[in-house]
């Protein structure tokens, strides 16, 4: 949601070519930039990582329990969408679900001139995430305008870009991540970041 919001369609679009290459099957030979073409196209995934890390909670006002800030939602998001990738990737069913609607979309986007944010695409990884993510409890609930949900188009791009994440949190889990690793690893994530930053920007 923050990609559509706040950057337009560059990530989103990035986020769905990837979605659509991430097999269920473990390719330990997998690497994230397989799927990313350069470091930039994730730099705003690790910005929001280490904002999230950096700036857990908000302090004004003033509250006996601290609450949560603005920068801690993509975490909560990213930590619910590792607990639903394993129970949806560990149903055959939802396995099967996923691999026939990453086929059927790849082969319609010769239709749509490659357009990977055509409605009809954005609509099929929509019922993707409802026939498989979608089945299981708790759901994930989204922050927002509750009148846009009445949209059905910004419906489809919220769900769309839910099975992006989806789809992500698979390929952290293929490359050995988990959601332990999520918070009990935050300092070498950090230094993770700050090495890939300046091999993007080539800082010495």
């Known amino acids: 949601q923050q990609s559509i919001g ?3 369609n560059f990530y989103f679009e990035l986020l769905i070519k990837a979605s ?7 390719n330990n030979a997998t690497q994230t930039l397989d799927f990313f073409n350069h470091l930039a196209d994730i730099s705003l995934g690790l910005k929001t990582l280490e904002g999230c890390i950096t700036q ?6 003033k509250s006996r329990i601290p609450k949560m800030s603005t ?10 969408l ?15 679900i996923i691999e026939a609607a990453q086929q059927k979309i790849l082969k319609q986007l010769s239709f749509f001139d490659n357009n990977y944010l055509h409605p009809s695409i954005i609509a099929n990884l929509a019922q993707t995430y409802v026939e498989t993510a979608g089945q299981i409890n708790p759901r994930i609930l989204v ?10 188009n910004h419906t489809n791009r919220i769900r769309a870009c839910l099975f992006t994440g989806l789809q992500l949190a698979h390929l952290w889990k293929q490359l050995g991540g988990s959601s332990w690793s999520m918070i009990f690893t935050k300092r070498k994530l950090l230094q993770d970041i700050q090495a890939l930053a300046r091999l993007q920007y080539q800082v010495v």
């Open 143 to 152: 922050r927002g305008n509750a009148e846009a949900f009445k949209d059905i």
């Open 6 to 8: 706040d950057s337009g």
């Open 20 to 26: 659509l290459n991430i097999r269920p099957a473990t």
């Open 71 to 80: 920068a801690k939602l993509p975490m909560s998001y990213a930590m619910a």
């Open 56 to 61: 857990p909670f908000n302090t004004a006002p």
């Open 82 to 96: 590792l607990q639903l990738e394993k129970k949806v990737y560990s149903n055959p069913e939802y396995v099967k």
